[in-house]
């Protein structure tokens, strides 16, 4: 069996050694470990130093694409290397090393096909208390979105089988961490969770400028992805906001009328019935774009055989 760990890399020359010399050298159950980062634009000694260290695989892009495209142009890459399975970390040394063989137990006993391990936000120094109650908001909001238990769902340290890196897309430029969660509770993924350690703080996250950028793109990002994998649910409800007020307000003309005083309240009426058109109307095109959300999952399925047939050439 063969576990390739991927660290994405943006100018982390003066961190990367030191989360690669934490990282296992041999796990029980594991023939072969290889390492390998992703160069996202880097313009400083990134590629040296991993060279230097003997990383075995290097992808790199002439300029910064983000995190979500480096996440996949790894996986992509670790598919076609013979992966079985693929752990995702950071290069700034953020999780212990050594968890990798705890994170990636539930893929080689068969229960699980992706892995996230779970930090202790709580009881991280590093985290303010605003950033440790945003960083439970917004697990509590994936695993609505997502119809899963998942804990931390921000957390980058996570693990894939073969199979579920096959399946695996991500649409947003911010990040996967959020997308993919979603994406695979409503695929119906084996998913589940493993308490893990952090080490302290090396450098600030680079992943976002302020606690207001980081919020915005994060609620952005489950947004669209409950659009993606549940448009018919997320159009629906949106729909009736307006359609429910609109009975309301269509009640009270009634009332009105009934007593003989129809004649002053006709905008009400007007109001009413724009407002129940516009609740249709957003059902309507919830209704469309479950059929959009349809058509997708057969070219997911068929971008999975691709990536199968790729790989089994090889």
């Known amino acids: 069996m063969k576990l390739i760990i991927q660290i994405p890399c943006l100018n982390e020359a003066a961190t990367l050694r030191v989360a690669l010399d934490a990282l296992p050298k041999h796990i029980d159950g594991i023939d072969i470990i290889e390492y390998l980062i992703i160069n996202d634009g880097s313009t400083d000694d990134t590629v040296k130093v991993a060279k230097e260290w003997g990383v075995h695989h290097v992808v790199s892009f002439a300029n910064n694409k983000g995190l979500a495209k480096g996440f996949i142009a790894g996986l992509d890459a670790s598919l076609r290397s013979g992966a079985d399975i693929i752990v995702n970390t950071d290069a700034d040394n953020q999780y212990v090393g050594a968890d990798i063989e705890k994170l990636i137990k539930p893929i080689m006993e068969g229960k699980a096909e992706i892995v996230i391990g779970e930090r202790p936000i709580d009881d991280t120094d590093d985290f303010s208390p605003l950033k440790k109650k945003l960083q439970h908001l917004g697990s509590f909001v994936v695993r609505i979105a997502s119809d ?87 159009f629906t409800v949106l729909g009736m906001i307006p359609f429910i007020a609109g009975i309301i307000l269509g009640a009270r003309f009634l009332v009105y009328f009934f007593k003989g005083q129809g004649n002053g309240h006709i905008q009400s009426l007007v109001f009413a019935s724009t407002l129940m058109m516009l609740g249709f109307s957003t059902f309507i095109m919830g209704l469309q774009a479950d059929i959009i959300a349809a058509n997708r999952k057969i070219l997911e399925d068929i971008q999975y055989r691709l990536r199968r047939m790729e790989s089994d050439e090889k």
């Open 148 to 234: 899963t238990d998942i804990p931390d769902a921000p957390s980058g340290f996570r693990a894939f089988s073969r199979d579920a890196a096959m399946r695996i897309n991500v649409i947003n430029n911010y990040t996967y961490t959020l997308e993919t969660i979603v994406q695979a509770g409503r695929n119906r993924m084996a998913i589940t969770s493993v308490p893990i350690r952090t080490n302290p703080e090396l450098r600030k996250s680079r992943l976002f400028s302020s606690m207001g950028s980081y919020i915005k793109k994060s609620m952005l990002t489950i947004v669209r992805a409950f659009m993606m994998y549940r448009p018919l649910t997320f």
